[in-house]
């Protein structure tokens, strides 16, 4: 069947616009994860969705940074007021539940000009 | 909060030899750990997934093992192959998300 998908494949925007990311998680699966993944560094967490809901978005840096999965699968990563600063590949994973077996999407590479 | 090392950072080896790669972990409260590769430029490809209860899994040329007790893992790659080139990252889950290291970067050489 089809992995997860993420589109666009690669943003360039400039400083202080508003950017949206999107992730097609494997249908049925529950759990929606975004990571950040930094040059020479593993991804890093930044929310976790379980249903429709926002089960944990400790991760997320700043409140520029927002997500969301209203019907419960695809989800919306959406960052205002950008900054070069978040220049990085956004990565988002699926998996049928929270602890179980994770799928990468090929991610989002966004740089802030 | 959970911090993870992987070493060596890099590596290279002749085709043909068996190699590991080995992962630690300082909180061992965790409910599985996944080993995963990633290619330049792509996104990230499950290895193998071992549950907490478990001592190992395989997969094919690839063995990967737990003891979640001292916090380690270790990927057994046997009889490497150019293929085989690739980062590899090493992430336990807990606490709702995997938490990663930096990886081991593996050259195989023709």
């Known amino acids: 069947g089809a992995g997860v998908s993420q589109t666009p494949s690669n943003k360039v925007t400039e400083k202080g616009k508003y950017v949206e990311l999107r992730c097609d998680p494997i249908?049925?699966?529950?759990?929606l994860y975004w990571y950040r993944q930094s040059l020479g560094q593993g991804p890093e967490f930044l929310i976790y969705f379980q249903g429709t809901g926002a089960a944990d978005d400790s991760g997320l840096p700043n409140d520029r940074f927002f997500a969301v999965r209203p019907e419960g699968s695809v989800s919306t990563l959406k960052i205002q007021r950008t900054e070069r600063g978040d220049s990085a590949v956004y990565l988002c994973?699926?998996?049928?539940?929270?602890?179980?077996?994770?799928?990468f999407g090929p991610g989002t590479r966004l740089t802030v000009l | 909060k959970q911090e993870v090392t992987q070493i060596p950072a890099a590596l290279s080896v002749p085709e043909g030899e068996n190699l590991v790669l080995n992962c630690s972990f300082t909180?061992?409260?965790?409910?599985?750990l996944q080993w995963f590769r990633q290619d330049p430029g792509k996104g990230l490809t499950s290895l193998l997934l071992?549950?907490?209860?478990?001592r190992e899994q395989t997969s094919g040329r690839l063995n990967a093992s737990l003891d979640k007790s001292s916090g380690r893992s270790t990927l057994y790659i046997a009889a490497s192959q150019p293929g085989d080139s690739a980062t590899y990252l090493c992430?336990?889950?807990?606490?709702?998300?995997?938490?990663f290291g930096t990886g081991t970067s593996l050259t195989v050489i023709p």
């Open positions: 994973a699926s998996s049928s539940t929270g602890a179980d077996e994770q799928f």
């Open positions: 071992i549950q907490s209860s478990q």
């Open positions: 992430a336990p889950y807990g606490g709702n998300q995997f938490y």
């Open positions: 249908s049925g699966h529950t759990a």
């Open positions: 909180d061992s409260a965790i409910y599985n």
